[in-house]
C-alpha cells in the first residue's frame, strides 16, 4: 500500500527566542484578523491543504511562525498556496485562513 | 416679429455657461475613454458599427434610456419616476423646438431662445393655435413635476417606492439632485409669474399665473418676475455644471454604452477603459442594495454594487470594499442598466503584484495522480474531496451506467483556479489552469464531468477545451436518465433545491438539477429560487466576512428552504452543501448522493 500523507510530520526542535524577534509585522496581522489568536494549531488546515498535499507547503507551520516574529521564506513558501478554501471549511475555530493567506502576502511582500 | 425677440437676457448666463461646460465636459472624457480602449475593443467598434446592431442599439436607447423599460419592469412606480423625469424632460426639449421653429420659422436660434422661449415671446400666447402649444407643454411639465415628487417622496420614504433603501450619496450628488429637484418647480413659477403678466398660458401655468395676477399686485410680478427667471436658469446651470461629477453622468453614459455593448464590448478580468463607460453608467437607483444578502443579512451597508461603483469611480475604492462581495451575482441580476457588475468587482481586485514571479507554482509541472481509463473524465474538485459522499456517489452513478471513467483527482489534484482568480491573481491561476489543461489533453478525454460548480465555471470559461463537452454532474446524471442508462426509483420523499449561485446565475443551468430530482422523489420550490436564489454565504470570492457572518447567511437561507416543509434539503455544490449541513435541522445532500441512493 502506497504511504499516505495525511500532511502530519515531526518539524525538527528549534528555540525561538521572542526578544530578538520583531514581532510589529506580526502585531499588525493579528490586528486585522484577531480571530487567529483562537487558533489551537489542530493542523486540520495542513491535514486537507491542496497545495500541502503535492508539496511540503505547512501551512499551520506557517501561520504560526510568522504569528510568532519568524517571517523568513513565509512570503515565498505561502506563494504555494492555490488559495482553494478547503482549509477554511475545516478549521474547527473558523478561522478565515484564505483572508490570512492575503493578509499575511499583503503585510510581508510589497503589495 | 423679430424685433420683440432678442436672444439675450442676463438671466441666461448661468444656463449657457453650464451647457457649455457639460458638452466639453463630456465630450473630455467620451473621447478619452474612446482614445484608451486598447485595439481589440476598437476592431470590435469598426467591425459593429455598419451592421444591424447600430439600428438595434438605437431602439433600446429609446427603450432604456428615456422610456426606462427595465426599471418600469423591476417596479412600475420607479419607473415611473424615471420615465417620467427622462422622457417628460426629453419631450419638454423637443416640443419646445418645434414650438420655436414653428413660430419663428427655421431661422437659426440659439439654445437659450428655444429654452427660454416663453420669456422671449410672451405676446405668442395672442397668436392662433399657440395654445395648442401651451396646453401640450403644461402637461409635459405637469408630468416631469409628478415625477420630482416622486423623487421627494422616494428620499422621505423609499419603502413606497418598493424599496427597503435608498442609495447614500456624495457631495456632487447633492448638489445636482438639489438644483435638480429645483428646475422644473423653477420653471413653474418663472412661466407662471410670465401669464400673470402678459396672459395666455396651459391649464397649469394658466390658471396659475390667472390667480396670481389675481391676487399678488402688478408691481410686485414686475419686481419678481425676473428673479424668478434667473433662478431656474440658474438651477440649470448648476445642474449642468455638477451632472459630468455626478450620478447623473449615467444618463448621457448609458447612450455610448448600449451602443458599445450591441457592438459586442465587454468587460473582462484585466480593467480597460471600456469599464468607465459601466462604472459611469450607474445611476445610483439602488436597486442592487436590497438583493444583497450582506446588506439584509449582515446589515453591511458600504459594500453594495451601487456604493463599490461610487468608490471606484471616484478612485476611493478600498481593498476591504472590493474583496467584501460573494460575487453572487444577485444584484447583478437586478441592475436595470445590465452593468457587469461581477466582472467589475472582479478586475477591480487585480493587484500590483498580480504578475507571478517565475518560480510560482513551478511544483505544478508534471503532477499526474489521475487514475482509470476512459473518454469520460471525472474531475471531483477541491471542495469535493471534503464531502467525500458526493465522490463514492459519483463512482456508483458511473458504475451503474457502465461508463468507463478517468478520475483526474481522486487522489489529489491541481486546483482548477477560479478561487485564485476570484482573489484577482489571474496571471497566477492560469498557471494552475495550463497545469489542468496539460493533464485534459494528455488523457485526451472527451467529456469532462465536474461535481464543483465553481470548477465548472472555470472549465467553460477560461480553460477553452475545444473537443471536451464540459457538463456539470447534474446535466450528465440527467442525460443518463433521460437516456435511460441509470433508473433510480422514484419514492415520495419531499425535496426542496438550492441553486449554487455559480451553477444558477454562474452558468445559467436551473432545469437539469429539477429534472434530476423529478425523477427520484417530490420538488418543491422555495421563496427565492432560479435567477433570484440566495447564496449560502461561503462564497470563495468573499475573503473577508467571518465565520460567525457566514453561517448568519447560511442559517437565513436555509430557514427558507426548510419553510417549504422538506424532508431533505438537496444543493448540487460540494461547498452550498458544507454551508447548508450546518445551518439545517434536517438532512442536507448533494444531488449525486440522493440518485445514488436511489439506483438498485
Ligand atoms: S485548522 Fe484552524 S485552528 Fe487548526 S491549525 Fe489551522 S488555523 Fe489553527
Ligand atoms: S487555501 Fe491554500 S492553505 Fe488553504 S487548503 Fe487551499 S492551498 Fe492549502
Ligand atoms: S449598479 Fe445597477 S442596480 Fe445598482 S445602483 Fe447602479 S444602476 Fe442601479
Ligand atoms: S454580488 Fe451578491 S454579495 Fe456582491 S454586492 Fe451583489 S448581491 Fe451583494
Redesign the pocket.
Known sequence: MRNINFGYGISRPRVINMDNNDLRKSNAIIAEMPELQACIGCGS?TA?????NLTD?N?RKLHTSVRRGEYKGAYEELSK????????LVCPRGIN??GL?MLIKRKLGDF | MDDILLYFAPFTIPFVVGTLFLFIAVGVKWVLWLMRLPRVDKLLIRRGIFTRQTLIAVWEVIRESLLHVRIFKHNPVLGYMHASLAFGWFLLIAVGWIETTVYLGADFVPLQGHVFFKYFAPHLALQEHYAVFEQLMDALLLIVLSGVMLAWFKRLRSKALGMRRTTKHVLFDRIALSALWFVFPARLVAESLTVAVYGGGGFLTGSIGGWLAEVVPADVLAMVYEPAWWFYSCALGVFFVAMPFSRYMHILTEIPLIFLRRWSLRPNKERRSYDNFEVEACSRCGICIDPCQLQADLGLNDTQSVYFLRDRRYNMLSLKIANNCLMCGRCEAKCPVGINLNTLRLNSRAKRRNIPHEGRYRYLQGIDRSSGMGKVGYFAG?MTSLTPAVQRSMERIFEAAGEEVWYADRDGGV?CGR?LMLSGETDAARKMMESNRALFRKHEITTLVTSCPICLKVFKEEYHLEGVEVLHHTEYIDRLIAEGRITPKSDNTAYTYHDPCELGRGCGIYDAPRRVIGAVGKLAEPKHTRRDALCCGSSLANTVINDGQQLRIAQRMTAELEATGCDTIVTACPLCNKAIARAATRPARDIAEIVAKNIE
Open positions: 488546515c486537507s491543504c491542496t497545495a500541502g507547503f501551512f498556496c492555490m488559495l482553494c478554501g478547503k482549509c477554511r485562513t484564505r493567506v | 477541491c486546483c478561487p
